[in-house]
């Protein structure tokens, strides 16, 4: 088998509702404070950006664009970004991006949260690996502090 390197797919149970986890990921301001961005002044909607500074420290002079590309309620969220766009005064405007998918699917004991980054294929060689590396440790984080959140731990 043939791992990919085109796409980082993470999973987690969350113990809530699908209601809950819906707000938790399409809820800007929500999302923010779980992932470790300031999105208290946006919203997300499709065809439109949402930007905020990162406030994980040492982080917090980055500033996370996303552009929403798709919202199905209750089921499903995807939009795109620079991935480890984290080099300050960098413009990573003529990269391509990646596509980050949200999905919420029904399971024994809460909804089970599937997210998926893909793209990184098309990303610039130079930065290809590094970018992925940080993205697949990054994911793995933050389907700890979503889980955290819904839980009351974070």
Known sequence: MTESTDRIEKQVLLKATRERVWRAVSHAPEFGQWFGVDFSAVSFAVGAQASGHITHPGYEH?????????????????????????????????????????????????ILLKVTESGFDRIPLPRRREAYRGNEEGWTEQMNRIDAWLDGRL
């Open 62 to 110: 980055l500033l996370m664009t996303v552009t929403v590309e798709s919202i199905e309620p209750q089921r499903r969220i995807a939009w795109r970004w620079h991935p480890n766009a984290i080099e300050p005064g960098r413009d990573y405007s003529a990269e391509p991006t990646t596509l980050i998918e949200f999905v919420l699917e029904d399971a024994p004991g809460g």
